[in-house]
Each structure stands twice: as structure tokens, then as C-alpha cells.
């Protein structure tokens, strides 16, 4: 399955005579959204081609893997369990948008503290959840492994020849390892960190198959599912300028990490860029939810 390239229009992308398009993956399919969809295609093969009749995966509250997983989960006949960071929402967890969703497309949870949070990749913790809920097939956090990577792989196309930069989200670096592996010889692929801290090189070093690569922490606005009035403010005016929704975890920190870029003159005229949109609105109603206790101004949906 392919996405379409839209072309953006922008006034600041006339004034400096640069082109940008977005590649909507988030346009896959309506639940399990870009590179979510990507990252679990071969899982999926894989965990059929075992005969596993389970998948296990970690998230947290609005993860958007947690949610794309549960209904890819349904939708290939497979049980769904989500451990998810948090054991203060074993309570609560009804009223939150991404996690009822998920329950409804029949995910069931296991709550864990944040500290039991950081052994998910630990071999016994593994091991006692397996004798927990029995023998399953386990999707790493953001779904990112080889697996995910050789999804990713195929967002690029020969029709994407023409850019000479393509764009992506950072969080786990499983897209931006998959674009760097089938890039062209003549293009540069910048990532954009939702994390604070640069710890991401490590790992996408550890996957990519070239250096014709960069990773930004310039734009991560404090940190994971970190926002601020002035990131809402560009996602609102950038939808209604080019009528594209983006989530503020992921796409919207690229998208205004790229346009400062473009402002500060960092590409030549006549650069052609292709962003990839990696999905994740289904957010955007969970973020809200948090905006509105902090008082601060709602994402348009």
C-alpha cells in the first residue's frame, strides 16, 4: 500500500523558493496510522508465521502504537495485551480516548509503575510476564525492531527521486532508520527528535545503513508529549493554511523544527523536500484533554 504525496502551499515556501511535500502516511488506513502501519506489517506476518495467537506490547497513556496495535490486532485475529507506564490509570483508564478505544477493539491491560516501565526490555521481566499471560509474540515499545525497519523501508518509493531531503519524527528512530537504509545515493534524510537529548544517534546508528543522515534536538519543546502555547498556535495556523491536520507529539514538532528551518534560510532555493506525516492524530483528543487543565489553547480537530 502506497501514500499520496501532497504538495503544501505556503506563503513562506514561495517567499524562499523551496518546495515541500508531504508524504500522508497518515492516510494509510484508518486506525493504524503511518509508520505505525509500517513498523507492524512484518510483525505481523512474523507472529502468524510462529503460530502465536497473542501479541504483547508496552506504551503509554496516548500511545499511538498501543492503539494501532490493538486494532491491527483484531483486525488479523490476534489477542491483544498493552502494558502500559502508569499504574496510577488502572483506575482511570475509561475515560482516557486512546486506551477505551483500544479496550474496545479488545486490548487488555496491565498497568505498571514507571519503574517496572524501564525493565521492558529486560529477559526476566519478559520471562515473568510470559508466565503471567501465557506464550505470545512481543512488539517492542513504538513497535520499532528489524522487523519494523524493513516496513519503513518501503515508504520510500523511485517516484520520491526527486527530493533531495526527506524529512521524518524521531521517537524510537525505526522510520528514520528505514528512510536512511532506501534513500538515494543523493539525498540526506533529517530527523527531528520528539525526545530531549541526542541519545537517539546512538540508536539509529546502530540500524542505518549510511551516514547521509542528521538527527535535530532542537525542536522536542521540553521533551516526549512535551507542548507549548507557540507549537499549538503553528499546528492550528498550519491546518488552516494548508487544511493538514498534524499531532503535536511527532509530525508538528518536525513540521515547525522544519519551517524555522526554512525561515532561517538553512536550505537553498529551489531544495525539494518530502516530510513524511507518520500519522498519530488520534491524539490529538487525549492532548486536549491535558491542554484543558493546563489552560492553555485547544488543538483544532
Known amino acids: 500500500m502506497q501514500s499520496i504525496n501532497q504538495l503544501v502551499e505556503h506563503p513562506l515556501l514561495s517567499e524562499k523558493q523551496v518546495t515541500l511535500v508531504l508524504k500522508r502516511e497518515d492516510l494509510l488506513h484508518p486506525f493504524i496510522s503511518g509508520n505505525k502501519y509500517r513498523k507492524l506489517k512484518y510483525n505481523l506476518l512474523a507472529a502468524k508465521a510462529e503460530d502465536q495467537n497473542t501479541l504483547l506490547t508496552f506504551g503509554g497513556a496516548y500511545s499511538n502504537h498501543i492503539a494501532a496495535t490493538a486494532y491491527a490486532a483484531k483486525e488479523k485475529g490476534f489477542r491483544a495485551i498493552g502494558v502500559v507506564r502508569g499504574e496510577e490509570l488502572e483506575n482511570s483508564w475509561q475515560s482516557n480516548s486512546t486506551l477505551s478505544r483500544a479496550y474496545e477493539d479488545g486490548m487488555r491491560f496491565k498497568f505498571i509503575s514507571r519503574n517496572d516501565y524501564r525493565k521492558k526490555e529486560d529477559p526476566e521481566f519478559i520471562e515473568q510476564l510470559r508466565k503471567e499471560f501465557g506464550e505470545f509474540y512481543l512488539v517492542p515499545e513504538g513497535g520499532t525492531n528489524s522487523l519494523a525497519i524493513k516496513g519503513c523501508e518501503e515508504i520510500l518509493t523511485h517516484n520520491d ?72 498556535n503553528f499546528i492550528n495556523d498550519f491546518k488552516e493554511k494548508t487544511k493538514i491536520p498534524l499531532d503535536p507529539i511527532y509530525t508538528g514538532k518536525m513540521m515547525f ?43 483544532n480537530i
Open 161 to 232: 527521486k526527486e527530493f533531495n531531503i526527506v524529512c521524518t519524527s524521531a521517537g524510537t528512530g525505526g522510520t528514520a532508520s528505514g528512510l536512511i537504509n532506501a534513500s538515494f545515493s543523493h539525498q540526506r534524510i533529517l530527523a527531528f527528535s520528539a525526545l530531549n537529548g541526542d541519545f537517539l544517534k546512538n540508536d539509529i546508528q546502530k540500524l542505518a545503513s549510511n551516514d547521509r543522515w542528521d538527527l535535530n534536538t532542537d525542536y522536542h519543546f521540553g521533551g516526549y508529549a512535551k507542548i507549548s502555547e507557540e507549537l499549538i
Open 257 to 299: 523544527g522544519l519551517f524555522d528551518m526554512i525561515k532561517l534560510d538553512i536550505f537553498v532555493p529551489n531544495t525539494k523536500i518530502l516530510a513524511i506525516h507518520t500519522g498519530g492524530l488520534q491524539g490529538i483528543v487525549g492532548m486536549n484533554s491535558v491542554l484543558k487543565k493546563k489552560n492553555l489553547p485547544l488543538l
